[in-house]
């Protein structure tokens, strides 16, 4: 076991605190998985690359980590509705609810691949788990903290309020909740404004719909995620993850479930991601100012018309802590770009670099340094900062200002090796396609030089043949008032 002491912040203490698992080697994280009902956008990503590299790190400390992430596909109400997203997207696209979830499950998958997101431990998913989530309904229902009306069944939040402490997670003042909240209307059926349906009644027409104790329904959401975990990691396990977004409703609710079950809080540690904005904003499917994966490494999206490699997307990602927001613009992935290069060219020169007797660098004291930032809540961007630095004296040691020997050569690789491929989880297979990716840019620039020089001198015949090939092999350019823009089909 790695002798280090690992700090996380847990949002239900709002304190950065030592973890100690329950039950050491071993580890239980849960983070709440995609809603598959369309195709993740780079929020998302940004959500599961931060709980995988924690995934990561744990391995790296040598825990032995079971690492559950459900898939969504049942019971997640579209917002204001009493349709679920999934059930919804099924009538739209004209497909099996089910088709709905194999689709998008398929895409979301491929791009955890692209991202080297490791695949978590179990993946349960939600219609896997109907009669645990039904179970743990009942028993709620049992212990005296919900209610039926007319086959809905509802959590009592104002009854569990007073007896526990509701919004423990977020510390929000329940009075203000309450005068915040929809005050409820003459049909409406719950006995409190804050409740929530624990399982909803059916209508006849509704596409998922399962047989319960109560009648033709479905579960709600937030069951969902309490069933999974308390099956997979017991009542009470260390970690459980998700967006910041999701911790007033999703996660709080998620809690009170929980208590109400079995008595007991479920995660010792409750950490949340930031989210990732485009322009100040929450990057979100219903303010349209989504960008997809795919559109960011093809170039395709007009928002942000370049196209990156997955490892300089990750790497950008990982430029920042991940509780502060971080906004995505041209300009910083174009840095981040930069700086990418000029750190793997720098470790890079490790290969080639002559070994002296002796060295004059304290390898030892930099990699400490680097389990410090990691130590200090998962700071991967002062990990980045420290391999920065020592790429200046890995650049110093090839200028033959400073010495370095044959091991201490290894250990850098090594160190390298750990901290960027392992932890950071930077996608290696990237760095060679990266090197060509250069090359085959820079070509296309050229191409398109002669093309401009072409026109410039009426020549029309060669800059539209230009075009033409350029497109016949899937590189499309359009010319605008900035200049000619291109990309990969
Ligand atoms: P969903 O599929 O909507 O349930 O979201 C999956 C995960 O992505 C949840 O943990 C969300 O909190 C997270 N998420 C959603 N939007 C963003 C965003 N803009 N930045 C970071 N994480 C996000
Ligand atoms: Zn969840």
Redesign the pocket.
Known sequence: MQNQKLYLYNTLTRKKELFTPLNPPFVGMYV?G??VYNDVHL??V??FISFDVLFRYLKHLDYKVRYVRNI?DAGHLEDDSDEDKISKRAVLERLEPMEIVQKYTVSFHEIMRIFNVLPPSIEPTATGHILEQQEMAMQILKNGWAYEVNGTVYFDVEKFAQHYDYTALTGRNLEELLNNTRELEGQDEKRGRLDFALWIKAKPQHLMQWNSPWGKGFPGWHIECSAMSTKYLGEQFDIHG?????APTHHTNEIAQNIAYCGKQPARYWLH?N???LNGK???KSLGNVVLPLELINGTNPLIPKGFSPSVIRFFMMQTHYRSTLDITLDALNAAEKGYQRLIESFELLTTLKPAESSSIDIQAFRQKCYDAMNDDLNTAVLIAELFEIAKWINKANEGQVQLSAKDIEELKKLFNDFFYEILGIPQRDANNDAVLQKLKALVEIVLEIRSEAKKNKNYTLSDAIRNKLESIGIVIKDTAEGTRWSMK
């Not at 998700?242 to 999701?246: E, R």
Request: positive net charge; hydrophobic residues 25%; charged residues 15%.
């Open positions: 709440c995609p809603t929020g998302n940004r959500t969504t998700g967006g910041m977004d999701l991601t989210m990732l904005t929450k990057m979100s």
